[in-house]
């Protein structure tokens, strides 16, 4: 049997479930799933590989109509997923009406790409709501082939699966058989850390913050890591440390346990914060961090 290999590129609005999506079919917890908008920040790319097949999933930030430099860069990742996709999903939940960029949208109906439009979140909608919802977005799509899924219960995500190993071209493998990702270890360290700020810090505390891990040593038994949370106000960093550091203790803690699953040995985590200002807003900060590459 030929060797089918291709990039699968995932668009649609924040919080629809891309990163739910792509963490099912690749088995591993590569992208963080939070209920917070704008949680992927990066295109993250997941690796699955069978006898006759690499499939290349490219996890993009929700579209958004950007206000500061940050949102730029990540709508730039964005763009550049129609670039190189073999295979363009464009992921929408119900109850939802468009696209949040209206040149984006055009570019999905007039793209010569296949495109398969998944109807996410079903589970929390009814047979009628279901069809009228495939009905209309049949008619705004008509390039599209639509599935409904439940990325979180699993509905449906393996016939997508398989749809999408037909649609790919033929063609050797990009990547090693046992490659999972194309992203280092430094980087998933990063992300294990903002997901825990994203789900314990309200407001524009999450999105004011980036993570930077400088140290990350392997020995035999235990992997050492020190990793800076930067902030852009030092309000911020008080916040983020809490009463007595209690807060960034609860931080810590939970990043450890998660990176020790994740690399599948024990952890030695230690975590500082620091005010690095407007670092939003500066190119030459952006670029240090892998958003303007």
Request: no cysteine; proline share 4%; hydrophobic share 40%.
């Amino acid at each position: 049997m030929a060797h089918k290999a291709g990039f699968v590129n995932i668009i649609g609005n924040p919080n629809v479930g891309k990163s739910t999506l792509m963490n099912a079919f690749v088995g591993e917890k590569l992208s963080i799933i939070t209920s917070k908008a704008q949680t992927t920040r990066h295109r993250i790319l997941g690796i699955v590989n069978g006898e006759d097949f690499q499939m290349l999933l490219s996890d993009t930030p929700g579209i958004i109509k950007p206000a500061y430099e940050l949102q730029e860069s990540m709508m730039g990742f964005v763009k550049s997923a129609f670039e190189d996709a073999d295979v363009l999903i464009y992921m929408v939940e119900i109850g939802e009406k468009e696209l949040k960029d209206e040149a984006f949208f055009n570019k999905i109906i007039g793209t010569d790409i296949p495109v398969i439009l998944l109807l996410n979140k079903i589970d929390k909608s009814n047979q009628e709501e279901l069809e009228s919802q495939v009905q209309m977005w049949t008619e705004k799509v008509p390039n599209a082939e639509i599935f409904p899924i439940s990325a979180l219960e699993g509905f449906n995500v393996a016939e997508v699966f398989n749809r999408i190993i037909e649609l790919l071209p033929e063609s050797p493998a990009f990547y090693p058989k046992d490659t999972l990702t194309d992203k280092p270890e430094r980087f998933f360290v990063n992300e294990i850390i903002r997901e825990k700020i994203l789900m314990h810090y309200k407001k524009e505390i999450p999105y004011a913050v980036e993570i930077d891990t400088q140290e990350f040593f392997e020995e035999e038994q235990i992997i050492r890591m020190r990793s800076v949370i930067m902030v852009e106000r030092e309000t911020q960093k008080g916040i983020i440390i809490g009463h007595k550091g209690a807060a960034l203790k609860r931080v810590g803690v939970e990043a450890r346990k998660d990176l020790e699953k994740f690399f599948g040995k024990q952890v030695h985590l230690e975590l500082y914060v620091k005010v690095n200002k407007n670092w939003r807003s500066d190119q030459r900060q952006l670029k240090r961090f892998g958003y303007n590459e």
